[in-house]
């Protein structure tokens, strides 16, 4: 059974919202009303802190961006220090997997250029002589392109021999370096797990170790009624994970 968590009182502004939620002491997750806020949140934390932190809002992600999204959720529930995880109301009804293959990545170390090839391959990647978009590879020589699904640009690894010398993320118009990058975990493009509403795959893991919290619960409730216009056939069962969910949850008011 989860311990019920007091509401918060009182009303916030927004600006003071990054600022709240670095100071917890638990990994965060911040269920927001719309996706201007979570963005904001977003981008101003970078600004002036370097906590972990993730985000899926209301967007038409393709199957390879949704796919990219769930990988990120994974890597922050497994998160052994703070995170924060910013969520729209419809995140919270999609279907996520728990885990699917990855590789791993260092550079320094040595690695068969076929035995990467063949993971890509049979893990989802296509393969083409230019890398256009996410789950994609291309290889020539030395050096293979992939855009992993959780990456905002594609990256380069470039061989000497077996040994990986360089790792970097590059621009995919002009295919010019953008960063050096030590080492990466490649998740495949594959769901090879069982499927899991959000509460419970968080259920998955320690749910003590994370804050729930929801902004402008009327609004969040105003939103969530939208959502159940697209989909009254499960009307019931969504209003009972909503519930779930809400349970949980600190509110604070904007």
């Known amino acids: 059974m989860f311990e019920n968590i007091k509401e918060q009182k009182g009303t916030l502004y927004r600006g003071s919202i990054p600022f709240m939620l670095i100071n917890k002491n638990k990994k965060i997750i911040y ?14 934390i970078g600004d002036f802190s370097d906590i972990k ?12 961006e949704f796919r990219g999204k ?11 220090e703070k995170a924060i995880l910013f969520l729209s109301v419809d995140s919270l009804f999609k279907t996520y997997f728990k885990k699917g ?9 040595n690695y068969k250029i076929s ?6 391959v049979e893990n989802g990647f ?3 002589y230019l890398i256009e978009k996410k ?20 990256i380069r690894l470039e061989f000497f021999d077996d040994e990986l010398e360089e790792i970097r993320s590059f621009d995919i118009d002009t295919q010019k370096s953008i960063g050096k990058i030590d080492s990466i975990e490649i998740f495949g493009n594959i769901d090879k797990s069982d499927k899991f509403d959000f509460l419970s795959l968080v259920k998955e893991f320690n749910i003590k170790d994370f804050e ?29 994970k909503f519930s779930k969910i809400k349970e949980l949850t600190h509110k604070i008011e904007l």
């Open 126 to 128: 296509e393969m083409n």
């Open 212 to 240: 729930f919290i929801i902004e402008n619960e009327e609004l969040i409730n105003y939103k969530f009624e939208e959502f159940l216009l697209n989909d009254r056939d499960n009307e019931e069962k969504y209003r009972d």
């Open 101 to 109: 293959n990855s590789i791993n990545l260092e550079k320094g170390k």
């Open 31 to 44: 269920i927001s009303s719309s996706n201007k806020n979570i963005n904001d949140y977003y981008f101003s």
């Open 135 to 154: 789950g994609e590879f291309s290889l020539r020589g030395d050096i293979i392109d992939i855009f992993p699904l959780t990456e905002k640009e594609p």
């Open 70 to 80: 769930n990988y990120e959720l994974i890597q922050f529930l497994e998160e052994n």
């Open 53 to 64: 932190k993730y985000r899926i809002e209301n967007y038409n992600y393709s199957v390879e």
């Open 115 to 120: 035995q990467i090839k063949t993971f890509l």
